[in-house]
């Protein structure tokens, strides 16, 4: 178990650092993935200084509309963040990197997965 109480298994590291984030903000963890900000205690202030934390962290600016649009939950939360992410790549770039992954080998995947994609 993490400081969060929950299990990091099946958590994907955008997900483990919303956590993180809402951990922060709003003073205790959410219990899963699908807990939802506002009932967690969430306003729209703290929703702000969310959004600008992720700017910070990831350089993407999430659209509030989006995060109003659903229930904001770890997991919409991190998914909106990786979409994010997806649409600043350069699909030149992107192609780059999935040829440069195909090279590798599946030792070399798990090793990379194993810490966290870093070199």
């Known amino acids: 178990m993490s400081e969060t109480g929950m299990s990091k298994t099946g958590i994907t590291p955008t997900e483990a650092a919303v956590i993180r984030m ?3 903000l709003l003073g205790k963890p959410p219990g899963s993935v699908h807990e939802d900000f506002f009932e967690l205690g969430g ?3 703290t929703l702000v200084q969310f959004i600008a934390r992720v700017e910070e962290a990831y350089g993407v600016e999430l659209p509030v509309e989006v995060l109003f649009a659903e229930d904001l939950t770890v997991s919409a939360a991190a998914r909106a963040v990786d979409e994010a992410l997806l649409a ?3 699909k030149t770039e ?3 990197l999935l ?3 195909d090279q590798l080998s599946d030792e070399e995947v798990r090793r990379l997965l194993a810490d966290g994609g870093e070199h």
């Open 88 to 90: 600043g790549v350069d």
């Open 99 to 101: 040829n440069e992954l």
């Open 43 to 45: 306003r729209s202030l």
């Open 94 to 96: 992107l192609d780059g």
């Open 22 to 24: 809402w951990t922060d």
